[in-house]
């Protein structure tokens, strides 16, 4: 695999200022379901004090620690949703995941984010935690793969594989497409 990481810019120096790390880890767990468990933190190379807080948090600790179990069933039908917070600016944020349980019976997929930005108003929830929400969608998708398959040849109403055109690598005019369904296979715009 080649690297695609793009190349220091040598002109020029940076201080760091924040960093944030996300990590999403999918499960399947022995009572037949899945899970996906997210961590954000976020962590300053110097001192900070949150705005209208008395302690200042230490250079290198963690201003945001959070964690978020998603479970899911095979047919991505969230069944539970359990936030912890190791590590928050503000006392108030440890109440900020409580309305999370307007998500246990929303699909995972097509209108998730929509869907997840309903129900939980951005007032009413941790920033964090809603944010985590939306790519944890695709971390669980990642997570079923192995699982299915199947779905790869599913199509829609019009007999379309539905997977055409759902990235960049499935583009309609993409040697994907070419292999699996050369009849749906357009050409690329620039070619006759």
Not at 67 to 72: H, M, P, Q, S, Y
């Amino acid at each position: 695999m080649n690297d695609t990481t793009p190349p220091p810019d040598d002109e020029v120096t940076r201080e760091e200022l924040h960093r944030r790390a996300i990590d999403f880890r999918g499960y399947r767990r022995s009572d037949g379901l899945f899970e996906v468990v997210a961590r954000l933190t976020d962590t300053k190379p110097h001192a900070f004090t949150p705005p209208a807080e008395s302690r200042t948090v230490a250079a290198g600790e963690p201003i945001h620690d959070i964690v978020l179990r998603v479970v899911f069933d095979a047919d991505m039908v969230v069944r539970a949703v359990t936030p912890g917070m190791q590590a928050y600016p503000y006392r108030q944020c440890v109440a900020g995941g409580d309305v999370l349980q307007a998500l246990p019976g929303l699909v995972i997929g097509a209108g998730w984010t929509s869907e997840v930005r309903k129900r939980l108003p951005a007032g009413e929830v941790c920033t964090h935690l809603r944010e985590i929400l939306v790519p944890l969608a695709s971390a669980a998708y990642q997570t079923m793969t192995q699982f299915r398959q199947h779905l790869l040849h599913a199509t829609d109403a019009s007999g379309r594989p539905a997977k055409i055109d759902s990235c960049y690598a499935y583009g309609a005019s993409r040697a994907l497409v070419r292999h699996f369904w050369p009849e749906h296979q357009r050409p690329a715009q620039g070619e006759d």
